[in-house]
């Protein structure tokens, strides 16, 4: 049974499964204008994507031949990638952040599973983790995966008229570097794809080519967010609704009481990112980082690095790179 509901007259939602542990589907919205019909983040690309896809249009009544453009947040495979596989076998361009084309360009030009991050660990003085990391192959049914630039990228504060119904883009960099979500001008509705969510923290920078100052970035996006006060939000994973701004002030909130954390315990000797991580604990239950397998491991350390580069930026800590390892201390 497909779950696709209209939200308003303009917009419509499809829920979609996704193959992942855990986080099991992504909501793909359907924009209607008097001249023109768009998908946003239409999915995982795969056969059960596609016949959920064309079942959920059928039962809102859309022809999927009317559908003039594929709006993606960010590349994420269970965003993007469907749109990939519709824009080769149906012609339907599919546009995307244009910060987000490094980590596309790095997914051909770079080998292994994660290769930057295991750079990024070794500086972190997480260096077994980075050995482990840099073992974890790229799979084979990963290597096939429908992964292509799009056919048009999307600049901040573009504006796409469908006809009575506006949509206008608002960059929002630290999910991805490219990570952009989309108003719907009339509706006050914000499409904020994996950038505010109602019960999950987004990771940030989980990418190809990740930013150094991704938390940053992520902070500045969350305040662009809290200066929306009308807008509902339309997320890509969980419930619809809720003031956008509410959760992300509560977001910062999270990421603020983060910041103190770390710095008390950098206060307490921890220098590097791998001793601060291995002294938190990490996801709603509360775990410790040994705990974690590998790769949330890696999230978990280079976010504990994000949040270093914050505090020094700050002037909170300073930095001193030794042996190629970045060890921090209270200013
Ligand atoms: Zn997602």
Known sequence: MVTA???????????????LVGLTSVNCYVVRGADETVLVDPGWSSPDTDRTLCEGLDLLGVDIRSISRILTTHHHWDHYTQGITWQGELGIPVHLG???ADSIHAWRELDGAFPRQVDLLRRAGADLLATEVASIPVEPHEAAMDFDVPAA???????????GTTIRAVATPGHTRGHVCFEVTEDH???TGDHVLPRITPSIAYEREPDRRSLTSYLSSLRIVTEMPRHQMLPAHGAVGGAAA???????QHH???L?????????GRSTA??????????RRERSLHDLETVHQMTAVLEAAAHLTVLADDGALVLAAQDGIDRYAVA
């Open 5 to 19: 509901h209209d939200i308003t007259d303009r917009v419509a939602l499809i829920e979609l499964p996704l193959p």
């Open 98 to 100: 244009r910060e987000d």
């Open 153 to 163: 990228w999307i600049d901040d504060a573009e504006v796409i008229d469908l006809g």
């Open 189 to 191: 509705l914000l499409l």
């Open 246 to 252: 509410d959760r992300a002030a509560e977001l910062i």
């Open 256 to 258: 603020e009481e983060r």
């Open 260 to 268: 103190e954390v770390i710095r008390d315990l950098v206060s307490r």
């Open 274 to 283: 791998q001793e601060v991580a291995a002294g938190m604990t990490w996801t």
